[in-house]
């Protein structure tokens, strides 16, 4: 496991697993069905038969609260292992793309970027016209698309950032930044 970065499992236990929570509908009725059992435990209440069934509701419907937060962690941690393992399987060539293809796709996003800075004067471009520079700009959604799974299951922000912070690296050759992006860096 330790070729998954930690930022991963932030990810996945933080804001992916409290978005999944809420969408599940079973976990949000247990959720409320637990507030109402636990707001007839109090410590008012004496030690009687009321007392132990209104503690035994609590007990209950705690357990079933635990159930379905651990059902969905569960199903949010197989989908992440079957990417995890396609893209394993995929890192025996490198990635989704080939190292070679990933290498020609930098070479290529290298000289649109200076095709861009040469006519625009700089290198972004603003997605307004449609013309042939924004079209030929899309070559980043294509090496997007073919990193390896470790980036790409970081979040989409994330995925943008390290995108940028590789294929501008302009002290890497093609070479080096598409080991990065392919995974093969860390075989």
């Known amino acids: 496991m330790s070729f998954i970065p930690k ?3 932030a990810a996945r236990t933080g804001e992916g697993m409290e978005a999944r929570l809420q969408k599940n509908e079973g976990f949000q009725q247990q959720m409320k069905s637990l507030h109402r059992a ?3 435990f109090t410590r008012d209440s004496v030690k ?3 007392c132990w069934e209104a503690f035994n509701s609590l007990e209950y419907e705690w357990g079933k609260y635990n159930i379905w937060y651990g059902e969905e962690s569960y199903r949010l941690g197989f989908e992440d292992g079957v990417q995890l393992a396609s893209e394993k399987k995929f890192r025996l060539s490198g990635s989704v793309l080939s190292y070679q293809d990933m290498v020609h796709l ?3 996003y290298d000289a649109i970027k200076k095709l861009n800075k040469l006519l625009l004067g700089e290198w972004e ?3 307004q016209d449609g013309g042939v520079l924004e079209e030929l ?3 980043c959604d294509v090496i997007g698309h073919g ?3 470790e980036i790409r299951l970081c979040g989409k922000d994330k995925l943008y950032e390290c995108l940028e912070e590789i294929l501008d690296d302009s002290e890497n050759t093609p070479e080096e930044r598409a080991k990065l992006l392919t995974g093969l860096d860390k075989k």
Do not use: L, N, T
């Open 48 to 50: 009687s038969d009321e």
């Open 106 to 108: 930098i070479y290529i």
């Open 38 to 40: 636990s707001k007839m």
């Open 137 to 139: 700009d899309r070559i």
């Open 125 to 127: 471009v603003k997605r």
């Open 147 to 149: 990193v390896c799974a």
């Open 7 to 9: 930022e991963f499992f």
